[in-house]
């Protein structure tokens, strides 16, 4: 008896998968276990085996087209088996003119389906991270023309997280780029094309089009670069203070130089260029030390002179702005503030780190001691989805990090069970991945709780926006010397502000306030969170 089968969900958030590609064909004999595609889901691209034993007599889903969690992805059963009447509600039949209407879809899906040659593997632009929904191509590694062999890294692709290097699960050769550098494209649009040396992939590339792919990027279309064929005759280029130019004036750089020359402020006419024809590279930029001249005499500039520049903005910062956006404007913040004494955990911390080759910081205290916390308080550890919340019983803290283009925030899995010198040899790993874009997709994901310290920058109080779907995070201040009142007399001691943010459609001011009384008992006698 045939079976159908679906498009499997593969993550806790894959709503929707791509088949990246198909391992078997219709008529191939399906065995238990056998690897029937690659499926690329939000996270990742995965292998999906068969449960079922039998012949594939139906594909449903093509490679490279995008298909709903749940929607029919293939049928297996016995050779020859009639499998009409399992494909027949595609096509409804209530009356002629139903018919014709969905003759003409059926005739249309069929004409716009690209027809992709043997040999040929078309290489989509990947989700490296589960909140990216289009990439930037900092730089090719690879050219048209050359050979590809699988584990080869591609290109450096710049996320809505970081910049990482893009790795081919093909073998061939490099027969066309998609996205030019600096450029950004829509996941799954094409990124490039790999086959057979010499195959004239043309035809393939304007079919894919108006396919399934859709357009490559979202303001222009498809950029082909093709190995040249016959001689090509090179702009006439003109060095002029080490200026590489082309014959009508404009300065030969590539897409990704210009914008790093603008983000550094450095004049592109004084840069020489190592490319081909001249042409100024990234590398010649991040090389470039500007020439001295005490001797030249600079114009007069008018006090008063306005004056601007323009920055364009990066995967990262369109999502920070996009999630944080989303966050305000639909989780009902409401803030709980309160102020710590810090004596005894300055105390603990001088004692703690008297120990040989033992440091930690007050931060990895706040961080185990907020873990515990969470602990006794689930509902401060929960998520708020449509449908549901999710009450956590483990306790993933992020902790937040700057770098130069906005914020990341790594997550320390299962915290409460971690050591203090543990939490902290991880939080400054992490911090240095962070600033250095190393960090991986999966050390950014599954937080249920966010940490922001913002205390070493020497501010005091401060509110921090809810990194959804999470329903509270804490925000940090610096430890303060000044007057307090103790045991009825006025001495000077050291005390902390923490803001408690909370989302009031899971945690409500009673419940926020408990836990910050359990996070007070903590963190004013820290040792007994080693008990």
């Not at 002179?305 to 989303?326: H, T, W």
């Not at 250095?436 to 937080?447: H, R, V």
Request: contains cysteine.
């Amino acid at each position: 008896m045939a079976q159908i089968i679906n498009m499997p969900r593969l993550s806790d958030t894959m709503e929707e998968g791509v088949v990246a590609k198909w391992l078997k064909k219709i008529g191939d004999t399906i065995v238990e276990g056998d690897i029937l595609a690659e499926i690329e889901t939000d996270k990742a691209t995965m292998e999906f085996e068969a449960f079922y034993e039998g012949v594939l007599l139906h594909i449903g889903v093509q490679e490279g087209e995008t298909a709903k969690v749940d929607t029919l992805l293939a049928i297996i059963g016995e050779k020859g088996e009639d499998i009409s009447e399992l494909l027949s509600p595609k096509s409804p039949k209530k009356t002629s003119d139903t018919k014709k209407e969905s003759s003409n879809k059926t005739e249309k899906k069929t004409t716009s389906r690209v027809d992709i040659p043997e040999g040929i593997e078309i290489v989509t632009m990947p989700r490296l991270s589960d909140t990216m929904t289009e990439g930037t191509v900092a730089t090719w590694l690879k050219k048209v023309g050359e050979t590809i062999t699988e584990g080869d890294i591609l290109a450096e692709i710049e996320t809505d997280k970081a910049t990482m290097e893009f790795e081919s699960f093909y073998e061939g050769t490099l027969l066309h780029i998609g996205v030019n550098e600096g450029e950004t494209a829509l996941v799954d649009s094409v990124l490039a094309i790999v086959g057979k040396k010499g195959t004239d992939v043309k035809a393939l590339i304007e079919s894919i089009k108006n396919g399934p792919f859709g357009k490559t990027t979202e303001k222009e279309e498809t950029k082909t670069i093709e190995q040249p064929t016959t001689t090509k005759t090179e702009p006439t280029t003109t060095v002029v203070n080490q200026t590489t130019t082309a014959s009508g004036g404009r300065i030969l750089a590539s897409p990704l130089a210009k914008k790093i020359a603008q983000e550094k402020g450095v004049n592109l006419a004084q840069v020489k260029g190592s490319g081909e024809g001249g042409r100024i590279i990234k590398s010649d930029v991040e090389n470039f030390t500007p020439i001295q001249n005490t001797s030249m005499t600079l114009p007069f500039v008018p006090s008063g002179q306005e004056s601007f520049e323009e920055i364009s903005n990066s995967q990262m910062r369109k999502v920070i702005a996009r999630r944080l956006g989303e966050s305000k404007f639909t989780a009902p913040h409401y803030y709980l503030n309160v102020e710590f004494n810090m004596d005894n955990a300055i105390a603990f911390r001088q004692q703690f780190n008297s120990v040989p080759d033992t440091k930690i910081s007050y931060n990895d205290i706040i961080v185990k001691a907020t873990a515990l916390a969470l602990k006794q308080h689930p509902t401060v550890n929960s998520q708020w989805f449509d449908d549901k919340i999710r009450i956590n019983h483990h306790v993933h803290i992020g902790v937040a990090v700057a770098v130069e283009d906005g914020l990341l925030v790594p997550v320390l899995q299962f915290t409460d069970e971690q050591s203090l010198q543990q939490i902290g040899a991880k939080v400054k790993d992490y911090a240095g991945k962070a600033r250095n874009k190393k960090l991986t997709p999966q050390e950014m994901e599954g937080s249920t709780f966010t940490i922001s310290n913002l205390g070493m920058f020497g501010i005091t109080d401060f509110t921090s926006i809810i990194n959804q779907p999470n329903s509270a995070i804490l925000s940090v201040g610096a430890i303060v010397q000044k007057p307090i009142v103790k045991d009825g007399q006025i001495v000077i001691g050291n005390t902390m502000k923490l803001t408690l943010a909370c989302d009031h459609r899971t945690v409500d001011g009673a419940t926020g306030s408990q836990f910050l009384l359990t996070l007070k008992e903590y963190i004013e006698n820290p040792v007994t969170m080693l008990v």
